[in-house]
């Protein structure tokens, strides 16, 4: 077998799942977002191949596939971590030391403010309000809500998703 055929097979086994999931949907525009909810599930976020099959297989422009992809918060263009670490930046938890809890953060994760860590474990994004503000400074690690934070607390929480 040569190369570019060995290439194009890893690319139609990478591809797979998202065949499954097209395999349900007409082409039609009507069909992005349910499309792109499902490879980003499957996907983990939604890679240039899987964009360009996405396009090709709704009969659009991969242009127009980008440009919802960009505008919802929702979906992501790079891999994210198997832990999603928000930080509440409101206002009650600004004062009450938000910003401590995201440095620390920072500096154990050793990523900035939307990054994500090599080894996939941990994406840090600090957020405008998690609505918990009696329990300032609050962090959310996945749909889990840790409240009350410091420099020590904050460690202790990141250590149980290690």
Known sequence: MTCACQQAEKINKYLEPLYEIMKDYEASEKNLIPVLQQAQEEYGYLPEEVLKEIAVNLD?????????VTFYTQ????????????????????????????????????????????????????VACIGAC??????????????RLNAESTKDVLDKYR
């Not at 009696?134 to 409240?147: R, W």
């Open 60 to 68: 659009l422009s991969l242009s127009q596939v980008y440009g919802v």
């Open 75 to 126: 979906f992501h263009l790079e891999p994210r971590g198997e832990n999603i670490i928000r930080v509440c930046t409101g206002t009650a938890c600004h004062v009450r030391g938000a910003g401590e809890v995201l440095d620390v953060l920072k500096d154990e994760l050793g990523v900035d403010n939307g990054g994500t860590t090599e080894d996939l474990k941990f994406t840090l994004e600090t």
């Open 134 to 147: 009696g329990l300032a400074p609050v962090i959310m690690v996945n749909d889990n809500t840790h409240g």
